[in-house]
């Protein structure tokens, strides 16, 4: 089982950035592809971005493709979300998931039951 903890949030302006993190520990991190995911107040969460388990596939909502970034260190046993050009609907709360899926785009329509604490982005307009 991967434990993640996540990292980064924060308070910024509109068209600013942000990097989250996201920390796993168990050695068999780097077969899992990761997922982030996120919940703005009063809405259910969605999917965000997603990144195979070698790094060579990424997958992203519409909202957020050409603007976020998803990447990952292996070594590090992290995975990362840049963010760029941030709009106020992208406040929320973040998550990060991992899974042992095949198709990084699957992960868009899952449900999982657990979650960690997520990391707060707000985004002032």
């Known amino acids: 089982q991967v434990q993640l903890v996540e990292s980064g949030g924060g308070l910024v302006q509109a068209g600013g950035s942000l990097r989250l993190s996201c920390a796993a520990s168990g050695r068999t991190f780097s077969s899992y592809a990761v997922g982030w995911f996120r919940q703005a107040p009063g809405k259910e969460r969605e999917f965000v971005a997603s990144?195979?388990?070698?790094?060579?596939?990424?997958y992203y909502v519409d909202s957020v493709k050409g603007r976020f970034t998803i990447s990952r260190d292996n070594a590090k046993n992290t995975v990362y979300l840049q963010m760029n050009s941030l709009k106020p609907e992208d406040t929320a709360v973040y998550y990060c998931?991992?899974?042992?899926?095949?198709?990084?785009?699957?992960?868009?329509?899952?449900?999982?039951?657990?979650w960690g604490q997520g990391t707060q982005v707000t985004v002032s307009s």
């Open positions: 990144i195979r388990s070698s790094g060579t596939s990424t």
């Open positions: 998931k991992a899974d042992l899926v095949r198709d990084i785009a699957t992960m868009k329509h899952r449900t999982y039951d657990y």
